[in-house]
């Protein structure tokens, strides 16, 4: 375990966004980290009070642009950054330099997947090799020795938090899963976004990326590697939608079970994989999970129900997009990595209201 008295350097790459901020709130009172930089090339020169008034008063640095990093002072990188981006600015750092990617841009192993999905080719091949998937609960032994951590996207991390463990024990039907799943607007990130002002998106409900969510492959491919399958074995029918909130994540799996096998077996699949995870809650029998439950930090809520069709299920799985949907997961990987306790600087409650 590392000295408590030690200090990590730590630099953000695209701070100005909102999972770049939620990383900057988190730190804020992680005992072991220094933030050394800050990253916004629109917003550089200016103080963090200006781009994020909640964030004033705490000593943090000026933001800079990416050109002008101290790579040198810091220990580890995040990146926050759009994707596509992260790839070429990495490529050339040092390889004693960790980076902690909170984009798509090393979550997809395959690089034809990656240029239909992402609509260009990948930019650092090279690197993909060495990526680590940043789901901690299942790659913690993986993630505590790499370099290059890439972290899920939001739903992916819901997801396949509620259907990798019965994946795995073969209690469900992995051909047969489909995904109803729901994010607030900062899901979409801090870019101006028609879908997202507030007269659009407020009291309305509204489905996008039917059939053609970036994160479906990413689902998918991660179902397929637990069970040892080519990742084309697989489809998931995922459609996601945007609900008028902040933050906040709630998908719904309609699955079916495996011959014999009851929603008991799945909650004690849920009480052995999860029972001694920090984060992970499985409900008592017949709570629902809400997105209420989770807001502000790092924990997932996970419950199933009988479904009124025999020999399926019903599993809900809520999160709170920005934190263990992307800037807490990313915190959680970063203490894996430096041999840290992994609830340093994620221990709060959830809000609530």
Not at 28 to 33: K, T
Not at 299 to 319: E, H, K, L, M, S
């Amino acid at each position: 375990m590392m000295n408590p008295t030690q200090k990590i350097k730590a630099g953000i790459l695209g701070a100005s966004g909102y999972t770049g901020a939620e990383v900057m709130r988190l730190l804020l009172r992680h005992p072991n980290i220094e933030i050394c930089f800050l990253t916004a090339d629109r917003k550089a020169g200016q103080p963090v009070q200006d781009v994020y008034p909640h964030l004033g008063g705490y000593g943090l640095p000026d933001m800079i642009s990416v050109d002008s990093a101290p790579w040198d002072d810091v220990d580890v990188v995040f990146c926050g950054l759009p994707h596509g981006t992260t790839q070429e600015i990495i490529v050339g750092l040092s390889t004693t330099l960790k980076i902690i990617d909170l984009s798509a841009d090393f979550r997809i192993e395959d690089p034809a997947t990656y240029e239909e999905w992402y609509g260009h080719e990948h930019f650092a091949m090279e690197l993909q090799s060495e990526a680590v998937y940043g789901l901690t609960e299942f790659n913690r032994d993986e993630i505590k020795n790499a370099r290059l951590v890439a972290c899920p996207g939001c739903y992916p991390t819901a997801v396949l938090l509620a259907l990798l463990p019965l994946v795995s024990a073969g209690l469900i039907d992995p051909h047969d899963l489909v995904i109803d799943a729901k994010s607030g607007t900062t899901g979409a990130g801090r870019g101006l976004k028609q879908m997202t002002l507030f007269s659009e998106a407020g009291e309305g409900l509204s489905p996008y990326s039917i059939a053609s969510h970036r994160h479906a492959p990413e689902i998918e491919q991660e179902i397929a590697k637990s069970i040892k399958v080519p990742a084309a074995d697989i489809r998931v029918n995922f459609v996601p939608h945007l609900v008028p909130m902040s933050r906040g994540e709630l998908i719904t799996g309609h699955v079916r079970l495996s011959p014999g096998k009851t929603v008991r077996d799945v909650r004690a699949e849920y009480s052995a994989a999860f029972g001694d995870e920090p984060f992970i809650r499985l409900l008592p029998e017949g709570a629902v999970p809400q997105t209420q439950m989770v807001r502000g930090s790092n924990n997932c809520v996970i419950n199933v129900f009988d479904d009124r069709i025999p020999g399926r299920a019903t599993i809900i799985a809520a999160i709170d997009n920005l934190v263990k949907g992307s800037s807490g997961q990313a915190v959680q990987n970063m203490n894996v990595m430096f041999d840290l306790a992994e609830t340093t600087a994620l221990e709060q409650a959830p809000l609530f209201p």
